[in-house]
């Protein structure tokens, strides 16, 4: 049974900083990427960071702020977040996803933030940032 356990979120105040964990399991890390992606209420769900063979690939509005990281055992991806904004508040969630479905010629780009590449999701953590 696949299982993404998220970690971390909370609330801070603009400027702060946040640091999110997610451990996978039931899947084989090593075919499989991971990312985040957060939803804000009346927004779609959109792609924040993603990482795959170490590659990485994230959206322009946190370039520079956030930063996702991948444990040796590639089961397990952290996003520490820096100068949070308002605009930052939203439920994030950790997902993965076959490397087949999401490496395009085996390297990442902008395509791996697309949530419908991804298979399997967590149950998501709460990020709210107050100005």
């Known amino acids: 049974q696949v299982q993404l356990v998220e970690s971390g979120g909370g609330s801070v105040r603009a400027g702060g900083s946040l640091r999110l964990s997610c451990t996978g399991s039931?899947?084989?890390?090593?075919?499989?990427?991971m990312g985040w992606f957060r939803q804000a209420p009346g927004k779609e769900r959109e792609g924040v960071a993603v990482?795959?063979?170490?590659?990485?690939a994230s959206a322009d509005s946190v370039k520079g702020r956030f930063t996702i990281s991948q444990d040796n055992d590639e089961n397990t991806v952290s996003l520490q977040m820096n100068s949070l904004k308002p605009e930052d508040t939203a439920m994030y969630y950790c997902?993965?996803?076959?490397?087949?479905?999401?490496?395009?010629?085996?390297?990442?780009?902008?395509?791996?933030?697309?949530?419908?590449?991804?298979?399997?999701w967590g149950q998501g953590t709460q990020v709210t940032v107050s100005s």
């Open positions: 039931g899947y084989t890390g090593s075919s499989y990427c």
């Open positions: 990482i795959c063979a170490r590659s990485t």
């Open positions: 997902a993965a996803g076959p490397m087949t479905a999401i490496l395009g010629l085996g390297v990442m780009t902008s395509l791996g933030l697309q949530p419908g590449r991804y298979r399997y």
